[in-house]
């Protein structure tokens, strides 16, 4: 069988799966904190029926040999931690980090899991939770006859009480940061986990050592440029549809080979 036919193939599996990234970019366009995802391709083995550099003749040498491709696949893909735009709630409770780091969420089995978004709400007890209602950490609890909340750039928590004149400090948001970001696994529910090939958390006190500020009364915005990622569709499309005139093509060809022959 023609060999095109399975190169072609290689390539419209691969421009589906890259279709699929850019519709789960575009789909989290309005996810608060959403980091978009690259497909990363790479090339695959190569027949290599004349070997570049192969001695010619006893004088000459082969320049560039004969290496036929196999196609290609999508060995992988590639969280883009660019920052998103900050849109302002003023919202008590609505935290962004403004430059690097991520927020501690403890997860149901005690692991913790890494987040950038900062849409937080109360519990019934007081404790600031995710939308989803995972404990924020460190812990921090809201008394229930606190008449406003503030939160400082370096992430004290403090909170005017009824009655008392000074604000009572009632814990810090510590955030935290990798050595590669890109290594985090996306677990959904806007959180990461680390990997080996993040590396360890680095915990921190907002605004230091290279950590991003905290603002309150603001949310990062999903950094998928929706410009940039129509062009991506579009450009998608087409190298599908040039894939697809590949295997039509050597159909045809085929198709000669068997009526003319």
Same mark, same amino acid.
Request: hydrophobic share 40%; net charge negative; no cysteine.
């Given at each position: 069988?023609?060999?095109?036919?399975?190169?072609?193939?290689?390539?419209?599996?691969? $421009?589906?799966?890259?279709?699929?990234?850019?519709?789960?970019?575009?789909?989290?366009?309005?996810?608060?904190?959403?980091?978009?995802?690259?497909?990363?391709? !790479?090339?695959?083995?190569?027949?290599?029926?004349?070997?570049?550099?192969?001695?010619?003749? !006893?004088?000459?040498?082969?320049?560039?040999?004969? $290496?036929?491709?196999?196609?290609?696949?999508?060995? %992988?893909? $590639?969280?883009?931690?660019?920052?998103?735009?900050?849109?302002?709630? &003023?919202?008590?409770?609505?935290?962004?980090?403004?430059?690097?780091?991520?927020?501690?969420?403890?997860?149901?089995?005690?692991?913790?899991?890494?987040?950038?978004?900062?849409?937080?709400?109360?519990?019934?007890?007081? +404790? /600031?939770?995710?939308?989803?209602?995972?404990?924020?950490?460190?812990?921090?609890?809201?008394?229930?006859?606190? +008449?406003?909340?503030?939160?400082?750039? =370096?992430?004290?928590?403090? @909170?005017? /009480?009824?009655?008392? @004149?000074?604000?009572?400090?009632?814990?810090?948001?510590?955030?935290?940061?990798?050595?590669?970001?890109?290594?985090?696994?996306?677990?959904?529910?806007?959180?990461?986990? !680390?990997?080996? @090939?993040?590396?360890?958390?680095? $915990?921190?006190?907002? %605004?230091?050592?290279?950590?991003?500020?905290?603002?309150?009364?603001?949310?990062? &915005?999903?950094?998928?440029?929706?410009? +940039? +990622?129509?062009?991506?569709?579009?450009?998608?499309?087409?190298?599908?549809?040039?894939?697809?005139?590949?295997?039509?093509?050597? =159909?045809?060809?085929?198709?000669?080979?068997?009526?003319?022959?």
């Amino acid at each position: 069988m023609h060999a095109a036919l399975y190169v072609s193939k290689t390539g419209l599996a691969a $421009q589906d799966t890259k279709l699929t990234t850019v519709a789960n970019n575009l789909a989290n366009a309005s996810t608060v904190g959403f980091k978009r995802d690259r497909a990363v391709f !790479e090339d695959l083995l190569y027949q290599i029926q004349r070997q570049p550099g192969a001695q010619n003749t !006893e004088e000459t040498q082969l320049p560039s040999g004969l $290496q036929l491709g196999t196609g290609v696949r999508v060995v %992988g893909t $590639q969280k883009q931690f660019d920052y998103g735009s900050l849109q302002v709630t &003023n919202q008590p409770l609505d935290v962004a980090i403004d430059g690097r780091g991520f927020f501690q969420i403890l997860q149901p089995d005690g692991t913790i899991g890494y987040t950038r978004a900062g849409q937080f709400h109360l519990s019934n007890q007081g +404790e /600031i939770v995710d939308p989803t209602g995972l404990l924020l950490q460190p812990a921090i609890i809201i008394p229930d006859n606190a +008449e406003s909340v503030t939160i400082g750039t =370096d992430g004290t928590v403090s @909170a005017r /009480i009824a009655g008392v @004149a000074a604000p009572a400090i009632l814990g810090n948001i510590q955030t935290v940061d990798f050595v590669n970001p890109a290594g985090l696994q996306a677990i959904g529910g806007n959180l990461f986990l !680390e990997t080996a @090939a993040s590396g360890n958390p680095i $915990q921190g006190i907002p %605004g230091q050592n290279g950590l991003g500020q905290v603002e309150q009364g603001m949310l990062e &915005n999903s950094n998928v440029d929706i410009v +940039e +990622e129509m062009v991506n569709m579009i450009t998608t499309q087409r190298a599908y549809e040039m894939n697809s005139k590949i295997v039509s093509t050597a =159909d045809q060809m085929l198709q000669f080979v068997t009526q003319n022959l």
